[in-house]
């Protein structure tokens, strides 16, 4: 069931079942919004880093979505270089 509702959703989106009042308030996340994790999308959070440990940084509060990452993947260069850079400058 849940292998059908990801092809729904890559297929017709995930607003698929929304009414129309419910669309126009309805934004679909991109790879460039605020609530994606940049370093995730770049090669990985540092809160997945020290999980379970002394270290451990907690839960990320931002989006952390793998077809967000293979889209910016697909990208050209160019657009990735400001999230590799604010990744290599921690």
Same mark, same amino acid.
């Given at each position: *069931? &849940?292998?059908? @509702?990801? $092809? /729904? &959703?890559? $297929?017709?989106?995930?607003?698929? &079942? /929304?009414?129309?009042?419910?669309?126009?308030?309805? +934004?679909?996340?991109?790879? &460039?919004?605020?609530?994606?994790?940049?370093?995730? *999308?770049?090669? #990985? %959070?540092?809160?997945?880093?020290?999980?379970?440990? +002394?270290?451990? $940084?907690?839960? %990320?509060?931002?989006?952390?979505?793998? +077809?967000? +990452?293979? @889209? $910016?993947?697909? /990208?050209?260069? *160019? #657009?990735?270089?400001?999230?590799?850079?604010? =990744? =290599?400058?921690?």
């Amino acid at each position: *069931m &849940d292998a059908q @509702r990801a $092809l /729904l &959703d890559e $297929l017709m989106g995930a607003a698929r &079942d /929304l009414t129309d009042e419910e669309r126009r308030g309805f +934004k679909e996340i991109k790879w &460039d919004d605020r609530e994606v994790c940049a370093f995730y *999308m770049v090669r #990985f %959070c540092p809160h997945d880093l020290f999980v379970n440990t +002394k270290s451990d $940084l907690g839960a %990320c509060s931002r989006i952390h979505d793998p +077809k967000l +990452k293979e @889209r $910016l993947e697909r /990208l050209d260069i *160019m #657009f990735t270089i400001w999230f590799q850079f604010d =990744f =290599f400058r921690i």
